[in-house]
């Protein structure tokens, strides 16, 4: 079901129209002028508005240009009693959907009203999904870090998305390279085309070349059929080079060629075919030192960085593992549709994230952060079996019971006397009367102490 607005100065038109689609299920407004059709649009939603070329203050076409100036997403279908060619290329040209002529059918105009009523929904989902991604890779968000370390690499990343220039990104293993590589290519102009990641490492040396570049049926033993590679996958978008440090020295010349020239051929055969790939690698090794051992070839590796990004390890900012903390643990809430009430204590998680950074990097953290997850889950689990109420603390609410104690400890050494917990008294003690009621209402007189019946007998408290 849309929401159409309907605008003409003929009430029998209005009538008819409205009608029509009402039947159809759509929910239908109408207005006489153009003025009124301007304020309805502009003050309200609506996905199709029928908009007749002639009323009296502001023509359709008047109204369809204001509109479209606002970056309203409604669809504008143009209708006039003149059908002249003149007519419809000015709506067309001014962001007309399409136009009907005066008198139409009414089954055309249901069609037409259904086709527009589709495409309003999808540039809305469109506009949804551009939205969505753009907030997923995010710098600040997907990656997280409010290191001056990381502003830098921030900052790289926004100088660097709109060109196609190599990127080389250096960093131990866990620190978040692919991150990197994926924030550079979300906001980049090739957005819209394919990430490929490949792990050079991962894969055996007589096949990494084949997974590059593809290769031809019968090109060597086993393959029965033509292969796409890597390259031609990622035509259009980014090629993502994991552990390009361990990629052997043959195959290193050949992605020098692809480098210099844009072009490659399949194994096998003798077409050459024009590599449009952005390439971003990345490597755990230090490949300066690779190119004095003769590991890495010297020219690739100017080839390659052409700007360079190193990442820091986690132990050198530990500032950030709170954020990290913070962001994997609403990650994790998210996927397991947790409430607030069940998240997991910042401070409790804080001193174990500390000892997992100086053993990787910011994949240690979530894989702690993941495992105490479990941990709390699995306990309120064995608490709701006992028939036990789950009691866990959101980050910032409340003190943990170590703090408490100290407070507690604190204040005996402060006020010894005043605040020093004294035993329970017996039931039947002085202590345990109050002083505003009798004693009498209490406890008979031949269970009170002597000094209690002797005062009694005195009348005294």
């Known amino acids: 079901m849309a929401r159409i607005l309907i605008a003409d100065d003929e009430e029998s038109i209005r009538m008819v129209l409205a009608t029509a689609l009402a039947q159809a299920g759509h929910d239908v407004e109408t207005?006489?002028?153009?003025?009124?059709?301007?304020?309805?649009?502009?003050?309200?939603?609506?996905d199709v508005a029928i908009l007749d070329i002639r009323m009296p203050d502001l023509s359709g076409l008047d109204v369809l240009e204001r509109i479209r100036a606002t970056d309203k997403g409604v669809i504008v279908i143009v209708i006039t009693a003149q059908n002249t060619m003149a007519n419809a290329i000015e709506a067309m040209k001014r962001g007309a959907f399409n136009y009907l002529t005066k008198p139409f059918d009414l089954d055309e105009v249901r069609a037409l009203v259904a086709r527009a009523s589709e495409m309003h929904e999808l540039t809305r989902t469109v506009g949804r999904i551009r939205t969505e991604v753009g907030g997923r890779y995010e710098p600040g968000v997907t990656l997280v870090g409010t290191s001056g370390a990381m502003q830098e690499i921030f900052k790289t990343i926004g100088r660097v998305a709109k060109s196609d220039a190599t990127v080389l990104i250096e960093g131990e293993s866990g620190t978040g390279k692919e991150l990197i590589a994926r924030a550079i290519h979300f906001h980049s102009p090739r957005w819209s085309g394919p990430f490929v990641a490949l792990n050079c490492s991962a894969i055996p040396r007589d096949l990494l070349e084949s997974e590059l570049f593809g290769h031809e049926r019968g090109a060597?033993?086993?393959?029965?059929?033509?292969?796409?590679?890597?390259f031609e996958t990622a035509g259009g978008g980014t090629l993502f080079l994991d552990e390009v440090g361990d990629m052997p020295i043959e195959l290193q010349v050949k992605l020098l060629r692809v480098l210099q020239e844009r072009e490659f051929s399949r194994v096998g055969s003798t077409q050459v075919l024009k590599a449009n790939a952005r390439i971003i690698a990345a490597t755990n090794q230090t490949l300066e030192r690779a190119v004095r051992e003769g590991r890495f070839r010297e020219d690739l590796f100017f080839r390659l960085k052409?700007?360079?990004?190193?990442?820091?390890?986690?132990?050198?900012?530990?500032?950030d593992i709170p954020e990290l903390i913070r962001h994997f643990l609403a990650k994790i809430n998210a996927e397991r549709k947790r409430s607030r009430a069940r998240e997991l204590s910042l401070a409790r998680r804080r001193p174990r994230a500390r000892r997992h950074a100086h053993r990787g990097g910011s994949a240690a953290v979530r894989g702690g952060a993941t495992a105490a997850a479990q941990r709390l889950a699995r306990r309120h689990a064995a608490q709701r079996r006992r028939g036990a109420r789950p009691r866990s603390r959101a980050p910032g609410e409340?003190?943990?019971?170590?703090?408490?104690?100290?407070?507690?400890?604190?204040?005996?050494?402060?006020?010894?006397?005043?605040?020093?917990?004294?035993?329970?008294?017996?039931?039947?003690?002085?202590?345990?009367q109050?002083?505003?009621?009798?004693?009498?209402?209490?406890?008979?007189?031949?269970?009170?102490?002597a000094r209690q019946q002797v005062n009694a007998r005195r009348g005294s408290p």
């Open 31 to 46: 207005v006489a002028t153009g003025g009124d059709a301007l304020a309805a649009l502009t003050g309200s939603e609506f």
């Open 220 to 230: 060597f033993t086993g393959a029965s059929e033509r292969r796409v590679g890597r």
């Open 306 to 319: 052409v700007v360079p990004i190193t990442v820091p390890p986690l132990r050198d900012r530990r500032g």
């Open 398 to 432: 409340g003190p943990p019971r170590r703090r408490r104690r100290r407070r507690r400890a604190a204040a005996h050494r402060a006020h010894p006397r005043a605040d020093r917990r004294q035993p329970a008294p017996r039931r039947g003690s002085p202590r345990h």
């Open 434 to 449: 109050p002083q505003h009621v009798a004693e009498e209402d209490h406890v008979p007189r031949h269970r009170r102490p």
